[in-house]
């Protein structure tokens, strides 16, 4: 077994069992299944959406950057790839993580919401086809979905010529807080809630209540919600059903298939 598959077989079994406990704190009658509806469509998920990722992070980063240093430079720097270039890449690393992450969230906002109201919404409707909503779904996302997003916020990082290796530091808690809003808990961060999605943030974001459709866009700061209209987090209530009208299909290969059929097409 290679390094790369054993790291995520161990982080996968730390989740889960760490998970599994939070889970054991709630009620008995709030708990979920562990082989709730939908387990093995994210299981297959988590074997291959992880590996995809750290296959396509490096790529997406050479694919958009490689034509820029051409155009700048007129060559292929592996170094401009590690550490950028201009005035920027001169900043601390701290202080360059901090703008990656501030530019990477609100480019993720706005194209969160053209997921959702553009012809990509047929690829963002596979992750938000799960109907019981935990931990496990963090990771049912189109490869598609997942490229364009990559794409779309790696590109101004690098052109504005920030060093990819500034945000290498907390590329792992802003994986694990991906993963954490799915959970199933009732968690909002109290007074925080409005500065750091948590896990009620997004799981009204995953509701299929006609109140709360195509709310909660940010990944990161619902600040950008309230800014823009988008934050839904009622006090005192939580969202009891989730999922999409679009017919997607159950399994991953039907799935991954979807957006490109003639259902998928009409969605």
Not at 67 to 76: C, D
């Amino acid at each position: 077994m290679s390094a790369t598959v054993l790291s995520l077989v161990v982080g996968f079994v730390a989740l889960l069992t760490g998970f599994r406990l939070i889970e054991r704190l709630r009620p008995k009658h709030q708990r979920m299944r562990i082989l709730r509806r939908g387990f093995w469509t994210d299981l297959a998920y988590w074997a291959c959406t992880p590996l995809t990722a750290r296959l396509l992070t490096p790529v997406t980063v050479v694919v958009v950057l490689a034509p820029l240093a051409l155009l700048i430079y007129g060559r292929i720097d592996r170094d401009l790839i590690l550490h950028g270039y201009g005035p920027v890449s001169r900043k601390p690393l701290w202080v360059q993580g901090i703008g990656i992450v501030l530019v990477a969230e609100i480019v993720g906002y706005w194209m969160h919401r053209a997921f959702h109201s553009t012809w990509l919404w047929k690829f963002h409707a596979v992750h938000h086809s799960s109907v019981e909503l935990d931990w496990l779904s963090a990771v049912r996302v189109h490869p598609f979905d997942d490229a364009i997003a990559k794409l779309a916020a790696t590109a101004p990082i690098l052109v504005l010529g920030f060093a990819p290796i500034a945000v290498a530091g907390i590329i792992p808690v802003l994986t694990l807080l991906a993963i954490l809003v799915h959970a199933h808990v009732d968690w909002d961060w109290g007074p925080f809630r409005g500065v750091i999605a948590s896990p009620c943030f997004h799981r009204w974001h995953h509701t299929d209540e006609a109140a709360a459709r195509d709310m909660n866009f940010a990944g990161l700061l619902p600040v950008l919600d309230i800014l823009f209209g988008t934050y839904h987090m009622p006090k005192g209530m939580r969202p009891a059903s989730f999922g999409t009208q679009t017919p997607v299909p159950d399994g991953l290969l039907g799935q991954l298939a979807f957006p490109f059929t003639r259902r998928g097409r009409v969605s």
